[in-house]
């Protein structure tokens, strides 16, 4: 069963980059059935697509936050990661690293989902 | 950008009784649409997609609709557990951009 887990720094200085790495087990992040995504939430909000990217390196990011984001993956150790650069207050949020699995009919959206990482954004 | 509209904002029901989520697209989505339910402290679990085919797992009183920019969700019987946040969340153009409601908190009458 495939399983995914946040981890990085749980407090980021202003104008600083925020960094994070999903770790995933159970499969391959090399496998060609998933793309592999970032979602966040502010505290008692709702959820944003952050972006996300192809085993092969691909990637696709949320217009709104594209200038910012940077999404990598690292086959050898089943990884993929994400920088978000010059994070203000308002990037504070918890963060998931999530799969959506491409070769189901119909289209599926996103699952399985990492239990998610609070980052802070505080001097 | 594809807006997603939820609602209601928070829908007030009895257990036992039936929940109905509404969800409404910008544009057409066609039936690239899921729904996600989000209990405190723990991350969203997909129980719809495709509009209308329930996840793995995902018990048979929940059932979702639609097509378009029109699309339901419905909790048949409410059982305890079920009271929580729904999201419903548009996928029409992936991997390129996805783009979720704001969200329906469902609690207990």
Known sequence: QL???ESGPGLVKPSETLSLTCTVSG???SSSSYYWGWIRQPPGKGLEWIGSIYYSGSTYYNPSLKSRVTISVDTSKNQF???????????TAVY???GQNIVVVPAQGFDPWGQGTL????? | EIVMTQSPATLSVSPGERATLSCRASQSVSSNLAWYQQKPGQAPRLLIYGASTRATGIP??????GSGTE????????????F???????YNNWPLMYTFGQGTKLEIK
């Open chain 1, 96 to 98: 998931y690293c999530c």
């Open chain 1, 27 to 29: 499969g391959s992040i």
């Open chain 2, 71 to 82: 699309f339901t969700l419905t909790i048949s019987s409410l059982q305890s557990e079920d």
């Open chain 1, 81 to 91: 990661s994400l920088k978000l650069s010059s994070v203000t207050a308002a990037d």
């Open chain 2, 60 to 65: 048979a009183r929940f059932s979702g609709s």
């Open chain 1, 3 to 5: 399983q995914l887990q």
């Open chain 1, 119 to 123: 980052v802070t954004v505080s001097s």
């Open chain 2, 84 to 90: 929580a946040v729904y999201y419903c969340q548009q």
